[in-house]
């Protein structure tokens, strides 16, 4: 089979599942069952996606884990020791002190797509990321897990029942779910929504956007290529998939932003992609840029650069992230300059350690980047009740996030993601300190 063709008929769902969330395009090691509807049995056995923190880390010292009864029914939130005592002033990096012990308990509902049949999996995999966010650190809080479906109306119904029991509301996660609510004037709580609403330059006042973005992070691969070239040309290789396109236009946005020029090149799949390498490779060695922005997977990228050579400086997002597949004698990839989640690239970093991993080792990186991502939707949760709307930091699982006022007094969340070079089969990070 050629190396730019489809490379099984099983991602078809995992992309399906992927598009409706849009953050499509990472590396896909292998398409996961998305398993039959929910119904609120306890997640154990072999479909849980998520082994107790004692199992994978030393941060703890109880066996608790989290469980759940019937759907709607509480969870618990357990009594954390490695909560930090109370500083005088907390830091913004640093989590908020737990409420006093006679404060009633601070309620939020997580409001996933858990009976739906494209993204039950996805849905999942955050909740499993927010329940182990939530017994390191959720002294003090409750949460109730609302399963929806699919369909916009039943997500709203489902969130004005939640906002009605509960202080805080995360979800939706499908970004037309997303789009539902934003839409609406439903939004009467503190609501942290776990896709970008596409299209809109504003949300709801109560509403936060923490969705992984491939817009966002092809911005910040721009900004990290303008600061090692203030004054160079880009090429940007794209292929025709809907998150290469938007990706390659967020780049080429933000690096015109920044006063740079560049140029597109497309390539094509099947026979066509062969051709293109080879005249790809004949454009470069007559008129060679001075980086490159691939908008690629790794697999043509690997195929791309074991023609052209690893020369110049390349970049590329996530989705450029062999994953499991990086090999020590990788010289296609070698090189390579990647802005991906700490969770996925930093996994010796203390933050991260502290979470456990999920249990299916071999599931899809993008399975783990949205259960990375129901950890920071705790975690940010957790900060939203204790701060008082006032702004904050917090060093997570999937980047820097910083919550800040607008100008209009409304939260934003913006996240930073963390850089490493691929060398010698290792994510080697660029910022040393982190």
Not at 258 to 283: C, F, S, W
Not at 368 to 376: K, M
């Amino acid at each position: 089979m050629n190396i730019l063709e489809a490379r099984c008929a099983g991602h078809v769902r995992l992309l399906a599942m992927l598009l409706a969330l849009g953050v499509g395009g990472h590396a896909l090691a292998a398409a996961p069952s998305a398993g039959p509807p929910f119904d609120g049995t306890p997640c154990d056995g072999p479909q849980r996606l998520c082994a107790s923190v004692d199992a994978n880390t030393s941060a703890r010292s109880s066996s608790r884990s989290p469980s759940l009864t019937r759907a709607g029914s509480p969870l618990l939130a357990l009594a954390d020791p490695a909560i930090q005592p109370r500083p005088a002033k907390p830091q913004a990096n640093e989590p908020s002190p737990p409420p006093p012990p006679s404060s009633a308990p601070v309620r939020i509902a997580l409001l996933l797509p858990l009976r739906s049949a494209t993204l039950a999996t996805a849905a999942e995999a955050v909740r499993a990321g927010f329940l182990a966010g939530m017994e390191r650190d959720g002294t003090g809080f409750k949460a109730d897990v609302i399963p929806t479906g699919d369909a916009p109306r039943d997500v709203l119904d489902a969130y004005a029942r939640a906002a009605a029991a509960s202080d805080i509301v995360v979800g939706p996660l499908a970004r037309s779910a997303v789009a539902a609510l934003a839409d609406s004037d439903a939004v009467t709580r503190p609501t942290i929504v776990l896709s970008v609403p596409e299209g809109r330059a504003a949300v709801p006042a109560r509403m936060l956007v923490a969705g992984l973005s491939v817009e966002d992070e092809a911005r910040q691969v721009a900004e990290w290529a303008a600061r090692d070239h203030p004054h160079g040309r880009a090429l940007i290789l794209t292929s025709g998939a809907a998150w290469a396109r938007r990706a390659a236009g967020a780049f080429e946005a933000r690096w015109r932003e920044l006063g740079h020029t560049n140029q597109r090149y497309a390539m094509p799949a099947g026979e066509a992609g062969k051709v293109a390498i080879d005249e790809l490779k004949q454009k470069l060695d007559i008129d060679p840029p001075d980086l490159l922005f691939a908008a690629l997977d790794s697999t043509v990228l690997r195929a791309v650069r074991a023609t052209i050579g690893t020369a110049i400086p390349c970049y590329g997002g996530g989705a450029a992230n062999p994953g499991r597949t990086l090999q020590a004698d990788d010289r296609g990839l070698d090189g390579v300059r990647i802005l991906d989640l700490p969770w996925i690239v930093l996994p010796d970093h203390p933050v991260v350690m502290v979470y456990p991993r999920p249990l299916d080792a071999e599931q899809p990186l993008d399975m783990d980047r949205l259960y990375a991502l129901g950890i920071d939707a705790f975690r940010v949760a957790r900060e939203l009740a204790l701060r008082g709307g006032a702004p904050f930091g917090v060093d997570g699982v999937t980047g820097q996030l910083d919550v800040m006022p607008e100008p209009d007094g409304r939260l934003q969340l913006r996240r930073q993601e963390a850089a490493v070079i691929l060398r010698d089969g290792q994510f080697d990070p660029v910022d040393k300190a982190r």
